[in-house]
DNA sequence: CAATCGCTTCACT
DNA sequence: CTAACGAGTGAAGCGATTG
């Protein structure tokens, strides 16, 4: 393994809005989820930097950054699109001839080959500057010994900047990070940590590898790794999907399956659909419901065989959603294939 | 008692 | 000042069940 390029699009959804609408520039504006009338009840997916300026951030309910800047302008989610330019940057960083993994719709790790670092900067330069001129958009590229550290150089550089730290820098560059900066550490670990009495990647580092197993399981122990600078996470190539799924909250909420009838039907067509680009059949299908107090549920079923058909799949999950609806009304329902074959028949996964 | 099932929890964006 | 605000996608974790 050589030495991992991060590449991290930024403000990845809002930068793909201002290259359809170039007078969005300096503007602060989100791309939130759901359509302009439902905005009150949507979630902000990316806020341009003009509008991170006020404090607003992914995941923040769209009625809060109303709050901090009243004026902002909400755009929806145009997924086509993103997904369409996800493609363009893909196929280009695929002529670079690197194994290289897609590890979401704006962020790509690409082993260089390299263990030598003026090297890989190098690389790093001609693919910024394709990425700039061929896209139009900027990008942010860490670079470090594994995927999980090089994500985290990409975080602290952000952005529109290359980063670089080398083997003899990690501690240093770890040492007064927060764990949260961790790639896998989220709110909830965060918290635990923290009642253990850790707080910063240093400490964490101190703290015995069984006890962390302990406490996390199998992620404890790549915690720990992680924290003394000796993860060797490297880029894994075509890593199989796992589960596709397709979920919306509706206008209105409700406990008759009649009334959500036609929604399950679109959900079930676009899974349907994604599955058929990946040639992949399924042989579980799930419903899931947020009930109106927020609460979440989900029910399960195994077919006898593997399947590609759209007429299985929503008349399966119509059926397990039926029995979710009889706990009361929901505010939200989704749909979710799983355990695949590719293409048909008894292959197993 | 390990594998599997059905479901929940967690981490991102 | 704390609680409330609250979309969508995917994988991992976990307790109960089973062969």
New binding site residues.
């Given amino acids: 393994m050589g030495l991992i390029l991060l590449v ?1 699009m930024d403000s ?2 809002a930068s793909c809005e201002q290259l359809k609408r170039p007078e969005l520039k300096d503007k602060a504006f989100v791309v ?3 359509v302009e009338s ?1 905005k ?4 902000v ?2 806020a341009s930097y003009a509008a991170r300026k006020f404090g607003i951030h ?7 950054a109303l709050k901090l800047k009243p004026d902002i302008i909400y755009l929806p ?1 145009d ?1 086509k699109f993103y997904e369409q330019t996800s493609e363009k940057i893909v196929g280009l960083l695929k002529s670079y001839r690197m194994k290289m993994e897609v ?5 790509m790790a690409l082993d260089s080959g390299t263990e030598d670092y003026p090297s890989a900067r190098m690389i790093a330069e001609a693919i910024k500057s394709r990425i700039s001129n061929e896209i139009g958009l900027q990008c942010t590229i860490g670079i470090s010994t594994s995927v999980v550290y090089a ?1 985290m150089v990409c975080d602290a550089f952000k952005p529109n900047r290359i980063g670089i730290v080398k083997r003899a820098e990690l501690k240093a560059f770890l040492a007064d990070k927060d764990v ?1 900066e ?11 940590l923290n009642k253990m009495g850790i707080t910063k990647v240093s400490e964490l580092a101190k703290v015995p590898a069984t006890r962390l197993v302990d406490s ?4 404890g122990a790549e915690l720990s790794r992680i924290a003394k600078g000796e993860d060797e996470t490297g880029v894994v190539e075509g ?11 509706l206008d209105k909420e409700t406990d008759d399956i009649n009334e959500v009838a036609g929604v399950m039907a679109r ?1 079930a067509k ?2 349907i659909e ?1 599955l058929g680009k990946r040639k992949l059949w399924y042989r ?1 299908v ?1 419903s ?1 419901a ?1 009930y109106t107090d ?9 077919l006898s065989n593997y399947t590609d058909s759209y007429e299985t799949a929503l008349n399966t999950s119509t059926e ?1 959603l039926r ?1 979710l609806l009889s706990n009361g009304k929901v ?2 329902v ?1 749909i ?1 294939l ?2 695949f074959s590719r293409q048909s028949g008894q292959a197993k996964l």
């Fill in positions: 991290d990845f959804f939130g989820t759901g439902r009150e009840k949507s979630v997916q990316t992914s995941a923040m309910p769209f009625s809060m989610s997924d590890m979401s719709i704006d962020e994500k949260i961790i790639l896998g550490v989220g709110g909830k670990t965060k918290e635990k996390f399981g199998r992620f890593a199989p999907a796992i589960s596709i799924g397709r979920e919306t909250t959900l676009e899974a994604e579980n799930a899931k947020r927020f609460t979440l549920r989900t029910k399960a079923r195994r397990l029995d505010r939200k989704g979710r799983s355990e």
